[in-house]
T-cell receptor
Framework: DVKVTQSSRYLVKRTGEKVFLECVQD?????MFWYRQDPGLGLRLIYF???????EKGDIPEGYSVSREKKERFSLILESASTNQTSMYLCASSFVGPYEQYFGPGTRLTVT | GQQLNQSPQSMFIQEGEDVSMNCTSSSIFNTWLWYKQDPGEGPVLLIALYKAGELTSNGRLTAQFGITRKDSFLNISASIPSDVGIYFCAGQKGGGADGLTFGKGTHLIIQP
């Protein structure tokens, strides 16, 4: 079974704090993705990575950065958290082909 | 980024009824995926479709990749209480390293 784990299920941070969200997959997938999910807006792609140290911007990268130092680990960084970054954050991974993406359980981040 | 048009937005059905939902797009996709998400959890992959016209089943679930490559549908036969949740369609245009474009979800509610 594919397993994608995320470091926290729930997180509460203050405005201006630096926030790290960690994702680890155990299936040797090349690709890893970060999405955020908001009511009425659905899932939106923030960043993705197709190889170690490689990253590509998704649809809404502003205010975020990512790091992929090892194949199994993909981190999402909020340099200075803001209240509009309160959301559910979902990590996913996939092989280059086939293209099925497998999701982690999500991190519900609240920024106060 | 583009969103897929998923309908209906919500469905209230009786246990045992069949369910049908669909996704349409103005663009062509090379892959269609269907996910189910339970409250507070990440989406779980149900069915993946790779070829136009492809019809694939997974137990009581059946999904089809539209001939035009701009649409897909998901059917659930003889619904049961554990089918409750939010169903998302997702499309992928490119090959391999490419994020998914999601529909906004169909919220399935089953009345006993």
């Amino acid at each position: 079974d594919v397993k994608v784990t995320q470091s926290s299920r729930y997180l509460v941070k203050r405005t201006g704090e630096k926030v790290f969200l960690e994702c680890v997959q155990d299936m040797d997938h090349e690709n890893m993705f970060w999405y955020r999910q908001d009511p009425g807006l659905g899932l939106r792609l923030i960043y993705f990575s197709y190889d170690v140290k490689m990253k590509e911007k998704g649809d809404i990268p502003e205010g975020y950065s990512v790091s992929r130092e090892k194949k199994e680990r993909f981190s999402l960084i909020l340099e200075s958290a803001s209240t509009n970054q309160t959301s559910m954050y979902l990590c996913a991974s996939s092989f280059v082909g086939p293209y099925e993406q497998y999701f982690g359980p999500g991190t519900r981040l609240t920024v106060t | 980024g583009q969103q897929l048009n998923q309908s209906p937005q919500s469905m209230f059905i009786q246990e045992g009824e069949d369910v049908s939902m669909n996704c349409t797009s103005s663009s062509i996709f090379n892959t269609w995926l269907w996910y189910k998400q339970d409250p507070g959890e990440g989406p779980v992959l149900l069915i993946a479709l790779y070829k136009a016209g492809e019809l694939t089943s997974n137990g009581r679930l059946t999904a089809q990749f539209g001939i035009t490559r701009k649409d897909s549908f998901l059917n659930i036969s003889a619904s049961i209480p554990s089918d409750v949740g939010i169903y998302f369609c997702a499309g992928q245009k490119g090959g391999g390293a490419d994020g998914l474009t999601f529909g906004k979800g169909t919220h399935l509610i089953i009345q006993p």
